[in-house]
């Protein structure tokens, strides 16, 4: 069974589904199946970092355009 030790602390808890969500769709698109148990650590760093990297790019897009409308 896995354990999840992660000590990252989200700003708006109610939004883990929806990154979760993220994180299987930017797998999807990458090409990278992901275990539903959560164990990731059959994964190359690279495998991984790759998703987080896309992850946070798709993140950053989508705050900049909400700042774009905001501060038109």
Same mark, same amino acid.
């Given at each position: 069974?896995?354990?999840? #030790?992660?000590?990252?602390? %989200?700003?708006?808890? #109610?939004?883990? &589904?929806? %990154?979760?969500?993220?994180? @299987? !769709?930017?797998?999807? !698109?990458? *090409?990278?199946?992901?275990?539903?148990? +959560? @164990?990731? +650590?059959?994964?190359?760093?690279? !495998? #991984? &970092?790759?998703? &987080? &990297?896309?992850?946070?790019?798709?993140?950053?897009?989508?705050? !900049?355009?909400?700042?774009? *409308?905001?501060?038109?």
């Amino acid at each position: 069974m896995s354990q999840n #030790n992660n000590s990252n602390n %989200l700003v708006a808890p #109610n939004s883990r &589904g929806a %990154l979760e969500q993220l994180k @299987y !769709e930017v797998a999807q !698109e990458l *090409g990278i199946t992901l275990s539903p148990d +959560g @164990y990731q +650590g059959n994964k190359t760093s690279y !495998e #991984n &970092g790759s998703i &987080g &990297g896309y992850i946070t790019k798709r993140l950053v897009t989508l705050a !900049e355009q909400q700042l774009a *409308g905001q501060y038109k």
